[in-house]
Structure formats: structure tokens, C-alpha cells
């Protein structure tokens, strides 16, 4: 089946720009999605691709899509201490399903 | 605008009680789901109803069965509950699962089982 992988944990310093990585299986995703999770919250939609870009840029939010190794990535410019969640990695598949990854921790030191 | 609200937000249960989580959406989306975290192991798709009327199994649907009451509530139950069972569930909906399928949740119900 389909499966979505994040590596755990990532620390960065405020002001710093932070690279979450993710790795998926599905070679007929249509929609990538990056997903945040304050403590205590639901997830949020933070941003998208489809899958037919390489590149999605939101204001701090910069998004990369490598179709071909299947690697999405999100970057976020000039970190800051609100920006410390858990952020998830998910893609609509061929058969109408949202697969999610593990999640990425993401602390910003001060 | 409340968006997807669920209840309980705290359960303990003891093995063998049951309950029925609830989730109501004012959105008028059609298609609804429910979700469980566990750590490590992100989000897992237990159920899902694409539109009113309609019920499907996802990943992980053993131990429990759902109800779409009508176009706003989708209710979760255990029947029989299990320490397995113990997690965060989160419900969730989204306009339709064609397309772009985004997705908006609840805040959540953090369950125990003894």
C-alpha cells in the first residue's frame, strides 16, 4: 500500500530556515499537502501542490515537488518560535484516499 | 464559524465499555472521516463516509463500526473498548473526496482505556 515517511524531529534557531523532508510510495498522487498540528489541536492545512508542479511558494512557505524521486519538502523562511509544531506530510492517492506521514516535530530555539 | 466540533474531548474507559465519540461539521461538506493518532505512527484512516448515506472501512476499522446521521454528524463507537484502542481521534471532513481532497478537523478526543 501506499505509505508517506517523515523523519521525526528537527531543531532549528530562530531566524534560521527550516527544510522538512518527505518521502511517498504512490507514483499516482494527485495532491501533496503539508499539514500543521499545534499541542492540543487538530491538524491545519498549511499548504499544497499538485502534482504536476515543482515548485509552490506562499508568502515564508516554499514547497518542492520531485515527482521523480518522489520527495516533497517544505521550507520555512526566517523561523520563527510560533512556527514550533508538528508538521505532516500527506498525499491523495489513486483511489481517494489521504495517506499521512509520521510527522516531523519541529522546535525553534529562541 | 465553529467549523468540525467533536465531543468528548477527555474519555477513560474501563476494557469492555463502550461509548460513541460525536462529530458535527457546519461546513457543508459532504464527505466526513475518522481518524486516529498514535505516536510514531501518525494518522490512520479508521472510517469514512463520502456522502450522506455512505459508509466505508479505511486502515484500521477492527474494534469499531460509525453512523452518518445525516449530512452534518458522523459518530464514532466502540463497542467493546480496548487498551489497543487507547489514542487521540481526530474527525475530519472535507467538500468531497474527488480533487483536491482538503481536509479540515476537529481538535480532537484523547482516550484512554484501562
Known amino acids: 500500500g501506499e505509505d508517506v515517511e517523515q523523519s521525526l524531529f528537527l531543531s532549528v534557531r530562530e531566524g534560521d530556515s527550516s527544510v522538512i523532508n518527505c518521502t511517498y510510495t504512490?507514483?499516482?498522487?494527485?495532491?501533496l499537502y503539508w499539514y500543521k498540528q499545534e499541542p492540543g489541536a487538530g491538524l491545519q492545512l498549511l499548504t499544497y501542490?499538485?502534482?504536476?508542479?515543482d515548485m509552490k511558494q506562499d508568502q515564508r512557505l516554499t514547497v518542492l515537488l520531485n515527482k521523480k524521486d518522489k520527495h516533497l519538502s517544505l521550507r520555512i523562511a526566517d523561523t520563527q518560535t510560533g512556527d514550533s509544531a508538528i508538521y505532516f506530510c500527506?498525499?491523495?492517492?489513486?483511489?481517494?484516499?489521504?495517506?499521512f506521514g509520521t510527522g516531523t516535530k519541529l522546535q525553534v530555539i529562541p | 464559524n465553529a467549523g468540525v466540533t467533536q465531543t468528548p474531548k477527555f474519555q477513560v474507559l474501563k476494557t469492555g465499555q463502550s461509548m460513541t465519540l460525536q462529530c458535527a461539521q457546519d461546513?457543508?461538506?459532504?464527505?466526513m472521516y475518522w481518524y486516529r493518532q498514535d505516536p510514531g505512527m501518525g494518522l490512520r484512516l479508521i472510517y469514512y463516509?463520502?456522502?450522506?448515506?455512505?459508509?466505508d472501512k479505511g486502515e484500521v476499522p477492527n474494534g469499531y463500526n460509525v453512523s452518518r446521521l445525516n449530512k452534518r454528524e458522523f459518530s464514532l463507537r466502540l463497542e467493546s473498548a480496548a487498551p489497543s484502542q487507547t489514542s487521540v481521534y481526530f474527525c475530519?471532513?472535507?467538500?468531497?473526496?474527488?480533487?483536491?481532497?482538503?481536509?479540515?478537523f476537529g481538535s480532537g478526543t484523547q482516550l484512554s482505556v484501562l
Open positions: 475530519a471532513s472535507s467538500e468531497a473526496m474527488t480533487g483536491n481532497e482538503k481536509l479540515f
Open positions: 504512490d507514483s499516482s498522487s494527485t495532491y
Open positions: 501542490i499538485f502534482s504536476n508542479m
Open positions: 500527506a498525499e491523495r492517492g489513486g483511489y481517494q484516499k489521504v495517506t
Open positions: 461546513m457543508n461538506h459532504n464527505s
Open positions: 463516509s463520502a456522502s450522506e448515506g455512505t459508509t
